[in-house]
């Protein structure tokens, strides 16, 4: 299992308690992260999610990212 897996595999697990960091992480595995004025936004393939930096990211974000990459 690489480690682009390992680290989706524990947004799957607990969408609840993800770092900031890991779920920008997966973000730079299957896109990249566009600086906003407010929020930043992940771009992946032809989809943008809008996203509020806090630590832990809120679950619904994880969810979204999760669905987004699914549906790749």
């Known amino acids: 299992m690489t480690r682009r897996e390992k680290r989706l595999q524990e947004l799957r697990n607990n969408p609840r308690n993800t770092s900031l ?3 920008e992480s997966v973000i730079k595995d299957f896109g990249a992260i566009e600086e906003g004025s407010k929020h930043p936004k992940a771009i992946i393939g ?27």
């Open 21 to 23: 960091n890991d779920f």
């Open 46 to 72: 032809e989809y943008t999610l809008p996203y509020k930096r806090e630590n832990p990211i809120k679950a619904c974000y994880v969810l979204q990212l999760l669905e987004i990459i699914d549906s790749l």
